[in-house]
């Protein structure tokens, strides 16, 4: 605790008035977000650069953060996207052949706030019974009641549209595992390989390296790329990206989403999946403290298989609300919460959970090859 003498003071405040002191050991400032936690013992770079944490500041629950460092191979975006990160114990010197830089380093040059030496053991058990909270993390001040007003002023997730802020700017190829640009340039033709258009709502960058080793042409558009326009590049598959926010507050891509559907092949993951959810004429619905970790147990009622799954969500589509012939194929062990559905008749198919992992486990990346096999074998749908 000497060492921390040393450091700024830091203080995170949730909305119940709950305060939990440390010290900043990257950046300075005051953010607002969502407050949530990541159960995963490793993959600390790939959540900080994952687009889905848009609005959110992450605690981690593994006590000790930073001991592999960073590196530019492990980013899934070109950024850092969380408000905020929270850590038992940071971890200064990194030990790992593959580390170009500290985890402090790192977030300092995103301009990005990182606390350590709170108690994350009781933050998470708080939020695990009274759910994700609005709060705020400050090194700015230690009034906690203004500290409180600020955060009950902050409008949380419910009803934003966050994909605006993290969406691509114009569309780009993804070629041999980096964006390239395509501006006035020709799209080359797709030629043996599977052309994809990937409609960014917050995409990783692993969903576009598995497309591209399951032999794909991957072409990336904005979000407000409508379904003409998407369809002028003549694919052969189009995938609903992850990304951070309400689904509920998307009517656009769900429009978009239902002037694709039984004209090509649709495959959604995690914000994919609400999307296409609510394109199906379903309806979502906002967890009590989401799933963010590497561990979610899910099973398939069809095959009966179960497996261990990569997630990072805060809302959820509501089975009970879908029309007849989409078909919820997958549940979550833990809660019974819909993790996967399957809509044959119009080619689509989705799941709540992050089959490319990065980081997690790797036993849903099949998935990458069924959706390969479902555009060769497409014949097309009803209109």
């Not at 000497?2 to 008035?17: F, I, Q």
């Amino acid at each position: 605790m000497a060492l921390m003498r040393h450091k700024r003071p830091a203080l995170l405040v949730l909305e119940d008035g709950s305060a939990f002191p440390g010290y900043a050991f990257a950046g300075r400032g005051e953010v607002l977000g969502e407050v949530v936690f990541n159960t995963g013992m490793t993959g600390y770079q790939e959540i900080l650069s994952d687009p889905s944490y848009k609005g959110q500041i992450v605690a981690m629950t593994y006590p000790l953060i930073g001991s592999y460092g960073t590196n530019p191979d492990d980013m899934e975006s070109a950024g850092v996207h969380m408000e905020g990160f929270v850590v038992k114990e940071y971890q200064s010197r990194p030990s790992n052949w593959r580390s170009t830089a500290s985890l402090k380093d790192f977030l300092e040059s995103h301009d990005r706030l990182g606390v350590e030496g709170i108690d994350t053991r009781a933050l998470t058990r708080k939020l695990r019974v009274q759910g994700a909270m609005r709060g705020i993390l400050t090194t700015e001040t230690a009034d906690v009641e203004a500290l409180v007003r600020r955060t009950l002023a902050y409008p949380g997730l419910v009803g934003r549209d966050l994909v605006m802020a993290v969406t691509c700017g114009e569309p780009y190829l993804w070629n041999n595992g980096a964006p390239a640009l395509i501006g006035t340039k020709q799209i080359p033709p797709a030629g043996d390989r599977l052309r994809v258009v990937v409609l960014d709502c917050g995409v990783k960058y692993n969903i576009l390296r598995e497309l591209e080793r399951q032999c794909c042409q991957v072409i990336v558009v904005p979000a407000t790329t409508t379904a003409d326009g998407i369809l002028a590049y003549a694919p052969r598959g189009v995938l609903l990206s992850n990304g951070p926010g309400d689904p509920a507050a998307l009517p656009y891509v769900v429009e978009t989403t239902k002037g694709l559907l039984g004209r090509v092949p649709i495959f959604g993951i995690c914000l994919g999946h609400q999307i296409l959810g609510q394109a199906l004429g379903g309806k979502t619905g906002k967890l009590k403290f989401g799933h963010h970790g590497l561990n979610q147990p899910v099973k398939n009622s069809g095959s009966g298989r179960v497996e261990i799954t990569s997630q990072n969500h805060g809302f959820v589509v509501l089975p009970e609300t879908l029309p007849g012939g989409a078909e919820a194929r997958q549940g979550n062990l833990n809660d019974s919460t819909s993790e996967g559905m399957y809509a044959a008749d119009c080619g689509a198919f989705s799941v709540q959970y992050h089959p490319e992992a990065a980081p997690g486990p790797h036993d849903a990346n099949y998935l990458f090859g069924e959706f390969a096999r479902l555009m060769r074998e497409w014949q097309g749908g009803p209109a």
